[in-house]
């Protein structure tokens, strides 16, 4: 597809299940963000990958809270033994991530909501 | 690293005024400044931006202001219509690197 593709679009689910979230950049973006939105908040900080680097990991709120990213595309957020403050949308984004910056393009997101 | 401080988190305004958003990032580093209109239940989408070589950029009804002394972007909205109520962000990064958004204004337009 054209835009950045997340799945799945809602999910619920039970308190200490484990959930996996995927999400598909736009060909050819060598950049992906995970970020979080709570109901009327903000856009809270997951992970960020770049390319061949190693990721910026720096908000991920728990080690119930893993990403990866295979092949340089397709990156799936796992959270372990979920939580009822999990409940939340995830949103993916991506960039061209050339040395000249660009526009994030975000997907629809996941809601995910923890019973 | 880069914070973003963004003001005010809510601001109401009757149609046919102007609006004004306002950021601070701490990085002085940072040289791109998006800014993204999020609209009820869809996906934030970018509206504008300015690069640090700029001081003012305009696309219509909107146009964004950069001083890099004072670490500072504004977002304008002039003649403001209601479809223009959404949720604004603002951002910065240095490069291709990690976006760091501000926490939100929420633009609520009085028909």
């Known amino acids: 597809g054209a835009g950045v593709s997340q799945s799945p679009s809602n999910k619920v689910t039970e308190k200490g299940k484990d959930v996996e979230l995927r999400c598909d950049p736009i060909s050819g973006h060598t950049a992906l963000y995970w970020y979080r939105q709570s109901l009327g908040q903000g856009l809270e900080f997951l992970i960020y990958?770049?390319?061949?680097?190693?990721?910026?990991k720096s908000g991920l709120p728990s080690d119930r809270f893993s990403a990866e990213r295979t092949g340089g595309s397709v990156s799936t957020l796992t959270i372990q033994r979920t939580q009822q403050e999990d409940s939340a949308v995830y949103l993916c984004?991506?960039?061209?991530?050339?040395?000249?910056?660009?526009?994030?393009?975000f997907g629809e997101g996941s809601r995910l909501t923890v019973l | 690293g880069e914070n973003v401080e963004q003001h005010p988190s809510t601001l109401s305004v009757q149609e046919g005024d102007s609006a004004v958003i306002k950021c601070t990032y701490s990085?002085?580093?940072?040289?791109?400044f998006p800014w993204y209109k999020q609209e009820l239940g869809k996906r934030p989408q970018l509206i504008i931006d300015i690069r640090s070589n700029v001081g003012e950029k305009k696309d219509q009804r909107i146009a964004v202001t950069l001083n890099k002394t004072a670490k500072h972007f504004s977002l304008h909205i002039t003649e403001t219509q209601p479809e223009d109520s959404a949720v604004y962000f603002c951002a910065a990064s240095i490069n291709a690197g990690k976006s760091t958004f501000g926490d939100g204004t929420t633009l609520t337009v009085k028909p």
């Open positions: 990958f770049q390319g061949n680097s190693a990721p910026d």
């Open positions: 984004a991506s960039s061209l991530g050339t040395a000249y910056p660009g526009e994030l393009f």
């Open positions: 990085d002085s580093a940072s040289n791109y």
